[in-house]
């Protein structure tokens, strides 16, 4: 059953191992395409079963990572010892065995034998610096392996171990990253007890319960109080992005009506835009425009950028709102005649914390976290959002939502 020479199988070799390649940069969904690869192996090379198992360094065991082909029953027969089974292999070189019921390498010889499995070929997954696993061919017949075969196999191992080094190494650093973000926020949440209670001493004293004050210590303690707020309206914030991030709910099956959140939002914000002098033009179609996203992700979106309308729009402006549908997408525009943005801080708007000058002369006290917040869920809605912007004459911020299908 070679497949040297048969040019269908050439191609199907081609396209597992271009695939293989393409893996290697990819870092999300890899047991997916583990299944797809060992299950190509079986169809291309005509075997039985094939295994991919990982080495624990602490354990020196071999952790099964996929398998196809196999029962549950011969997977799950025990503890894979990495010097007891395959340690030929994980020296470094690939290693065959005619008949898995005699050789000694063979760890489990009965189970072998029940499940059907006669020759087996292991060949080591070599990581950057070392063999970090085996992937392994079984066969329900004596059948020995071309050169050919094992130059194909071997190729595929040496790729398919850099992917799996990749994703491995990935999923370490989402941990810390997680670990880290976890110890921030239980650190923000714990400050916010102790900085409630110091405003709360700040007030006894400057209601005088406990002496009278001068003007100056009356407005120091203002100061104070001022910054504290500020403090926990950045903690607040931060917890607020954190349990969005963490706690996401799930939306695909949420629909909303456009049209009836812009005029919820409007008629929330129309006053204060009005005792600021500025003018709100809004203009809905008729007909609903449906978008996937819970009324809480909606809601902080049109809030966020409504409110930094009327913050950076100055007294005799104008805020215009506007819903439409094209082909397949939602298209929601929210356009000032506000202070803008110059071109280099067009670029950083929706960094964390990225405010400009003129943004912080007109409110010291904003955090620059709004904007990063509602580009993460539009983003998570499957959406997208630009700006543009001229300075000294307003801005524009371009929502598109897929339509839901
Ligand atoms: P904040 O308003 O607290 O500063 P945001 O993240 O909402 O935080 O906005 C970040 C920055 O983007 C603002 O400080 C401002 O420089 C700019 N910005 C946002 N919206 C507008 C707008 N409508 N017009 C001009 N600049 C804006």
Redesign the pocket.
Known sequence: MGIDKDPESSLQQLRLLNQVAKDITSTLGLRPRLGFVCQSIIDIMGVKGVSIRLLDQKTNRLELAFASGLSEEYIHKGPVDADKSLAKALEGAPHFVLDASTDPGIQYPEEACREGLVSVLSLPLKGREKVIGTLRLYTGERRPFTRDEIDFLSALAAQGAISLENARNYEVLEKQDKAKNDFIMMMTHELKAPMMAVQGLLEVMQKGYVGVLTEKQKELIGRIYRRIDSLMEVSTNLLDIYEWQTKRPDTRSISLSMNEQIQKAVDLFKTSALEKGLTMDVDLPDQDLIVMGSEDEIEKILN?LIT??I???PKGGNISLALSASGGNVFFIIK?T????NDQ?ISK?FDDF???K???RI?PY???????FVKQIVEGLGGTIRVK?EEGKG?EFLLVFPKPG
């Open positions: 966020n930094n309308a913050k950076y729009t000032d506000g202070i803008g943005l801080d708007v990225f405010r400009s003129e943004a912080k409110d904003g955090k620059g976290l709004g904007l990063p912007s801005s």
